[in-house]
C-alpha cells in the first residue's frame, strides 16, 4: 500500500482542492480521504502541500509519437501509451478514421490487445470508431474512397470485435438508416456522437432522441450556422442533455466561439480533445493519419487538400488553452478534460476522478495560479 500524504487533492464533486491523504493500493485509489494511521506495510510518500489532480481524459486522439492507432501493432500502441502518460493523458480511447473494413479490424485487435492497465502507460480504454460512416459533404480530411453508407449490419460486425472494450461511434447520423444505426449501436452497449455531418437542427436535435450523447468535435466539419437554419454546431450548443466535444488548439475553432460555448453549454457537458495524429510531440515534417499523407509546419497538421487533419495538441495543453480562451479558473477546467469525457463514454468508475475504485491515475502541480505538471503518477506510481 502507498500512503500520499500532505497533498491538496482535487474534489470534483466541490470543484475544489482540499487537504487530504490518498491510500492507493494495488494500483487503485483504497481510500481518497485516508485518516488512519500509518501502518508497517505502508509506503508513505510527502507531497509537501503538493496539488493532485486527476490523470486526463482523451476520448479522441488518433495517436501521437509517429504512429497512428489505424497502423498500431503491438509495439506502436505501447510507444503511444508511454508518451500519452508522459504528457499527462492517462486514459484515452483508440481512434480510428475512415479505412479499409478489414484495416478497421486490426486496428480493433491491436487497441484490445493493449487494454490492461500498466505503469509509465496510460491506459486504452476503448476504441473510438470516426469514420467511415461520414457525409461525403462533410467528409474533411477523411478519404472519399473509404467512405461507407450507413450499414448496421457491418457495425455490429465491428462491434462485436471491440468487446469487451467500451466503445464510442461517431457518425452522421442524419444518412439514410440513421435511427436504425444508432438504435444498433445502443444495444451493442456503445455510446454514439454526431460527427461530419450536415445535418439540420432539426435532424440534429431527432438524433439526440434516437441516443445521440455527443457532438463529435464541435464546430469542425459541420454545416455552418445560418440565421434561419442554426444546423446542428447550434443543435451541440442548445441541447443540454448531450456533451460538446472541443479543439481548444486556437486552430480549429476561434477562441471566441469556445467562449461562446463555455458560456452556452452546462459546464459538465463540456469535453476537451484532442484529436491529436501521429505528429503530437514530434517535430515538423511529413506524417500521415489512416495512411494518408499529413504536412506538418509550425505545428499545423494539414492534407494534400489543405484542410486541416487533425491536431499536434496534447491535452494538457488543451486545458491550458481553454482556461486562456474562457476565463475559468483551473478548478472550474479540470472536469472538461477528466470527469465529463470520462461519463460521455461511461468509464467514470475507473477513471477521470479521484475516488475510491479509480485507477491510481494523477498529476501533481506545485502551483495552481500557473499550473505546469510536475509529475504523473499512473497505477500509483510515478513514471
Request: glycine fraction near 8%.
Amino acid at each position: 500500500m502507498i500512503l500520499f500524504r500532505n497533498g491538496l487533492v482535487y474534489s470534483t464533486m466541490q470543484r475544489a482542492f482540499v487537504k487530504a491523504d490518498l491510500l492507493v493500493e494495488d494500483g487503485r485509489i483504497a481510500d481518497c480521504d485516508y485518516r488512519g494511521c500509518v501502518t508497517e506495510d505502508m509506503t508513505v510518500i510527502d507531497c509537501g502541500g503538493k496539488y493532485i489532480m486527476p490523470g486526463l481524459v482523451d476520448a479522441h486522439t488518433h495517436g501521437r509519437a509517429g504512429y497512428d492507432f489505424n497502423r498500431a501493432g503491438d509495439e506502436e500502441c505501447r510507444a503511444m501509451r508511454k508518451s500519452y502518460a508522459q504528457a499527462g493523458t492517462t486514459t484515452l480511447m483508440a481512434t480510428l478514421a475512415s479505412d479499409e473494413f478489414d484495416s478497421l479490424i486490426a486496428s480493433v485487435d491491436a487497441a484490445n490487445k493493449n487494454r490492461q492497465p500498466e505503469e509509465g502507460m496510460a491506459t486504452i480504454a476503448g476504441v473510438h470508431l470516426e469514420g467511415r460512416y461520414l457525409s461525403p459533404k462533410r467528409r474533411g480530411a477523411h478519404a472519399e474512397e473509404y467512405l461507407f453508407p450507413l450499414d448496421s449490419d457491418e457495425l455490429k460486425v465491428l462491434l462485436m470485435r471491440m468487446l469487451p472494450l467500451p466503445a464510442h461511434v461517431s457518425a452522421a447520423v442524419e444518412l439514410e438508416g440513421g435511427q436504425k444505426f444508432v438504435k444498433t449501436a445502443k444495444e451493442l452497449g456503445a455510446t454514439v456522437g454526431m460527427v461530419h455531418s450536415d445535418a439540420t437542427y432539426a435532424e440534429a436535435m431527432d438524433a439526440v432522441q434516437w441516443g445521440v450523447t455527443s457532438f463529435t468535435h464541435t464546430f469542425n466539419a459541420m454545416r455552418p450556422i445560418h440565421h434561419r437554419e442554426p444546423g446542428n454546431m447550434i443543435a451541440s450548443l442548445m441541447c443540454d442533455g448531450a456533451y460538446t466535444e472541443l479543439i481548444c488548439d486556437g486552430e480549429h475553432v476561434h477562441p471566441a466561439m469556445i467562449k461562446m460555448a463555455s458560456r452556452t453549454k452546462p459546464h459538465d457537458k463540456l469535453v476537451l480533445v484532442t484529436d491529436s495524429m501521429e505528429a503530437a510531440g514530434c517535430c515538423d515534417g511529413t506524417y500521415s493519419i489512416a495512411g494518408l499523407p499529413v504536412y506538418v509546419k509550425d505545428g499545423r497538421a494539414v492534407n494534400s487538400e489543405g484542410a486541416l487533419a487533425g491536431s499536434t495538441l496534447d491535452l494538457w495543453k488543451a486545458l491550458i488553452n481553454f482556461m486562456s480562451f474562457t476565463g475559468r479558473t483551473l478548478e472550474e477546467a479540470i472536469p472538461c478534460a477528466t470527469s465529463n469525457p470520462a461519463a460521455m463514454l461511461g468509464i467514470s468508475g475507473d477513471c477521470g476522478s479521484i475516488r475510491n475504485g479509480a485507477r491510481a491515475d494523477f498529476i501533481m502541480l506545485e502551483n495552481k495560479n500557473e499550473p505546469a505538471i510536475e509529475s504523473v503518477w499512473v497505477c500509483g506510481a510515478r513514471i
